[in-house]
């Protein structure tokens, strides 16, 4: 056993049993709401805060068309509309417990609204 940590002190010591590095995507942060939208990738720039019990929700001119990220503690309907609060293009159910560090590319991009998941 003495050579054994003999041998590894100076291994770890020199780097060459190395830990893994950490991934790209960022771990999603705490969301003190239903749902926390940021603007900016692996949830960063402003955030928007919703609760179910804001119903059916223009995300505001910084976000709409603009999501970078997200984090879902609760059922929602992420919403991308024609003309009207109701004239909906595409919906997306995000469940509990859902969440991207880049969601731009995905819906993010396009959506503008945040309605309560029985909507979807």
């Given at each position: ?34 749902v ?70 995905r ?14």
């Amino acid at each position: 056993m003495r050579v054994l940590s003999m041998i590894a002190a100076p291994a770890l010591a020199a780097g060459l049993l190395a830990v893994p590095a950490a991934t790209a995507q960022a771990a999603a942060p705490a969301c003190h709401a239903h749902v926390c939208l940021w603007t900016g990738a692996n949830y960063t720039g402003a955030v928007y805060t919703w609760w179910e019990a804001n119903g059916n929700r223009f995300i505001g001119g910084t976000h709409a068309d603009n999501v970078g990220s997200f984090v879902a503690t609760s059922g929602a309907c992420f919403v991308d509309t024609a003309d009207t609060e109701w004239t909906w293009r595409a919906k997306r159910l995000a469940s509990r417990g859902d969440y991207s560090s880049n969601y731009r590319g995905r819906f993010g991009g396009v959506m503008d609204r945040i309605a309560p998941a029985r909507y979807c």
